[in-house]
């Protein structure tokens, strides 16, 4: 399932090829995804001129010149196919710019989604309205996690996972980040101190960028025909490690929360 990381990596393959360019076709293959196309997807969309690309959260940003923002989310399966050779069965919307750059926007399951919102009004758009900070900007702090971590008793895994406190953590980086911070998953938010959450910030910060700069070593193959974005697999240090040895010596642990694994080392976690 694409993960921050991913959607910020696939928004950054995309952008050579969108960004300052001129859609010239829009093809619309089926109703819906997840939900249906809007209307207007096709008319507001043959013209339009690229300005800018951007993420938020795990969707991804297509603000246009029509003052309207094609915002996707992959859901489990979605990919965009860069130039392909050849149509294939799940390209549902395929976008032909005014330079001949073909990207079809493939999705095999349908969980994922394509909307047009108002650029002026994304911050209220449901999705995005009540979201928290995103864990690469300036307003994921220490002390934004102390404020809202504040008087919780739920674990500390549990909250990261919480969109509404940090925006489009997923549990693998949640898992690495609480390992490298040295923080167990299961204490208690709100007896976190203050330390351990100026450690958990850069944890956050690291885990992520380090993910997006191996997606993005891949992103010169990406103008090959035929060409995807593809995901990568990083080298986790607790995740899907259970029984194997932590840097410490100590075996992995592997428990269930929340319905989701936790990976986490009992000596190097506290
Ligand atoms: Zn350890």
Not at 72 to 87: A, C, D, N, Q, V
Not at 126 to 153: M, V
Request: charged share 25%.
């Amino acid at each position: 399932m694409p993960e921050l990381p991913e959607v910020e990596t696939t928004v950054r393959g995309l952008a050579r090829f969108l960004e300052g360019e001129r859609i010239a076709r829009v093809q619309v293959n089926r109703p819906d995804l997840r939900r249906p196309f809007p209307p207007d997807l096709v008319q507001t969309l043959t013209g339009a001129r690229v300005t800018a690309m951007g993420r938020r959260a795990k969707y991804g940003l297509i603000h246009t010149d029509r003052e309207q923002t094609m915002v996707f989310h992959l859901g489990m399966s979605g990919r965009w196919r860069i130039e392909p050779e050849k149509p294939e069965k799940h390209d549902h919307l395929v976008l032909e710019t005014e330079s001949g750059h073909v990207l079809a926007l493939n999705d095999a399951r349908r969980f994922g989604s394509v909307d047009l919102v108002a650029t002026e009004a994304l911050d209220s758009w449901g999705p995005f309205a009540g979201l928290g900070p995103e864990p690469l900007g300036p307003d994921l702090t220490p002390q934004h996690l102390k404020r809202a971590f504040s008087s919780r008793i739920a674990p500390v895994k549990q909250l990261l996972l919480d969109q509404t406190i940090v925006a489009g953590l997923g549990n693998i980086y949640v898992c690495e980040a609480l390992f490298r911070a040295g923080i167990r998953p299961d204490k208690e938010a709100g007896r976190v101190s203050l330390p351990a959450l100026t450690r958990l910030v850069p944890a956050i910060q690291s885990v992520l960028s380090e993910s997006i700069a191996a997606g993005g070593s891949t992103i010169r193959d990406y103008a090959q025909p035929s060409g995807e974005l593809g995901y990568f697999a990083a080298s986790w240090q607790v995740y899907g490690r259970e029984g194997e040895p932590c840097t410490c010596g100590a075996p992995v642990l592997r428990f269930v929360q929340g319905g989701r694994s936790t990976f986490w080392c009992r000596r190097c976690q506290r």
